[in-house]
């Protein structure tokens, strides 16, 4: 031999690099920087949730922020993985595989609201990129009215 060969992809692989491939692997899929943000405004005012779970057991997908007393799934979804309309930007490597990860991601997203809702869920989704102090109002306003909803009921 002499000296080590180039890397190359496996046979059906995303990756189109060791690179690529180290990146893509790197590429945190929970504890993101606008989860945690979010995460910790939400807590400030006051409110209680699990963290990176299943909503509904049955359900083979975790939400970011779950709020079961009250039934409320929060989605915090990143802009290349979700196909965000403002910023997604389609890959030049590798094109097919990526675009149809993504697209399979985005039919996920509505199948897992369709699923979560007929369970009696509200499903709350936000971009990474929206404000989070915006994200965190909004998650705090749905969780109470829910909460004064469910007690109101009870009477």
Not at 59 to 82: E, N, Q
Not at 89 to 103: E, F, I, L, M, Q
Not at 107 to 115: H, Q
Not at 123 to 131: C, G, I, N, Q, S
Request: aromatic share 8%.
């Amino acid at each position: 031999m002499n000296g080590p060969q180039p890397w190359t992809p496996p046979e059906g692989s995303w990756a189109s690099s060791a690179a690529r491939r180290r990146n893509m692997q790197a590429i945190r899929s929970k504890d993101t920087k606008p989860e945690r943000l979010i995460r910790r405004l939400v807590h400030a005012q006051g409110l209680r949730y699990r963290i990176a779970v299943r909503p509904d057991p049955s359900l083979r997908r975790t939400a970011d922020l779950v709020f079961r007393p009250v039934k409320v799934a929060v989605f915090i979804d990143g802009c290349y993985w979700h196909g965000c309309p403002e910023h997604y930007v389609p890959p030049k490597t590798n094109s097919g595989y990526w675009s149809d990860k993504v697209a399979r991601n985005m039919a996920r997203d509505l199948d897992t609201n369709a699923r979560l809702e007929r369970e009696g869920w509200l499903v709350l989704r936000f971009w990474e990129h929206a404000p989070p102090e915006e994200c965190a109002i909004k998650i705090a306003e749905t969780v109470r009215q829910r909460k004064r909803t469910d007690s109101d009921k009870r009477r």
